[in-house]
Structure formats: structure tokens, C-alpha cells
């Protein structure tokens, strides 16, 4: 399963990516950790970015779908990821298409977790006060201020993928604002294939087939018509063309 978590920050995109790679065993792949990594790391990306993260502001695109390109090549990545934090803006996410088809592989949900701003920014700034209180390390981007940079960021550089995957009919969305357990059934429920997956069908989802039970044997009386495979059996239309032909009768149709 390849998986897009799609909000702004404090939306709860890691607690959900983390109860996703337990259910279903995918990687998580955040490209804010992967540049945290980089810039603790101290290479030449980690130096490029340092200043824009710590502003709030959006890192380059090239560098970012580089990173995140080299990262969905690994083997743990194979059977299945998360992406947490990207892609961040139109070019990006034109970028992963390319990635995605060049490896012949296709996303299967993109999952909106849709918040209310301010109640955002209010449940955000508690956590900073308290986690302040409590004497714990904050990020460098952990402040109100530059919180407020980072979610115009996404209202102006991020909300227009919400229609970019609606167009390509892989858009799930679930309300974040809901105690993060109604989230999390929320999302399987997205993920699930009960009647939300099957509208997810026909918003080009890719669906578990169903295996259809074995059906009993039929004795010499029974309907062997229904132990016929599906194709093999004939639409009522096809089977009054059918007779229409025997009888000579029949149109050939363009
Ligand atoms: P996050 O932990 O996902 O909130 O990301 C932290 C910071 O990393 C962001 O504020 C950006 O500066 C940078 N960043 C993470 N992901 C991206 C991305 N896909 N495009 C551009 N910048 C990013």
C-alpha cells in the first residue's frame, strides 16, 4: 500500500503515520525527518535548508524530490510507504507521479486530515507552553510565530493538492479535529473495503479483489449456469443479440 498523508503541521500526520506502519507494516517516510537528519547531519542539503526551516518556509522542491526519490528506492520502502510531509506543492507532486510511473507503481490513497486553523493553532501553542514547562527540547520551527509561517505555507503552497488528488479521484478526507482514536477508525474505514471503499472505486481506488466463496456442487438438476465464470456467462442483451442472429435478425452495431 503506497499512502500520502495530506495536512498542515500538528495536524496529527506522525501519531496516524505511526499506527499505519503498525497495521500495515509500510515505512513512514517524513521528509521534514529526513531534513532534521540532514541538517543535524551537517551535509551540504542539511546547510541549504537550515535557515529555511527554522523560518517556516518551504525547502526548494528539487531537493526535496531528490531526497524523497533516492529514499522510495530502498528495499524496506518495496512493500509499501507512508509519505508524511510530502508532497508540499504542485510541482511535487507532479514530480512523485513521474517517480511513481517510471517505477510502475501507483498511490492508493491520499489521506486529507482536514483541522480547523485556529483551534489548530490554539492546541499547538498549549503544547509548546507545556512541553516549555516541562523543561523539554522543542524544535527550532516549535515556536507560535513560525507555526504561523509554516501553516500560511500550506494554505498558500499545499491546500491546492487536496484538488490535484480530488481530480485524480485517490482523495480520502477525515476530520482531524476528532480525539485521535475516531481519527485513526476513520482512516481505516477510508482504507477498508466496505461501502467508503467502494465509492473508492469508483473514484479509481484500487480495491482487494473479494475471493468469492467456493460455491457447493450442484447435482445433475442444479443451475450449472451459476458455477460459470463470470465472463463466460452472457448479459441478458448479449443473449437476445444472440437469439436475434439465430432468428437472422441481427444488427451488427458500431
Ligand atoms: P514537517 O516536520 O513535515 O512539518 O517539516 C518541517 C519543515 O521541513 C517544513 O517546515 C519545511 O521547512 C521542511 N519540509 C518538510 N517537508 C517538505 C516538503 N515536502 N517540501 C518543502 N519543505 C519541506
Redesign the pocket.
Known sequence: MRLILLGP?GAG??TQALRLVAKYGLVQL???????GAVKAGTPIGHR?KD??D???????D??VNI?AERIEQPDARKGFIL??????VP?AVALDRILKKRGIALDAVIEIKVDEDALLKRIETRIAEMTARGEPL?A?DNPQ?LRQ?LA?YRAQTTPLVAYYRKKKVLRTVDGMAPIPDVTTAIDKALSPGPAARAGAADGIKRKRRIKPMEPRLGIMGNKSSKRPQAARKSSAARKRATRKAKGGDIARP
Open positions: 503541521p500526520k506522525g517524513s521528509t521534514g525527518d529526513m531534513l532534521r535548508v529555511i526551516m523560518r517556516g518556509a518551504l525547502c526548494p522542491d531537493v526535496v524523497v508524511d510531509g510530502f508532497p508540499r506543492t511535487q524544535r520551527d513560525v509554516r505555507a
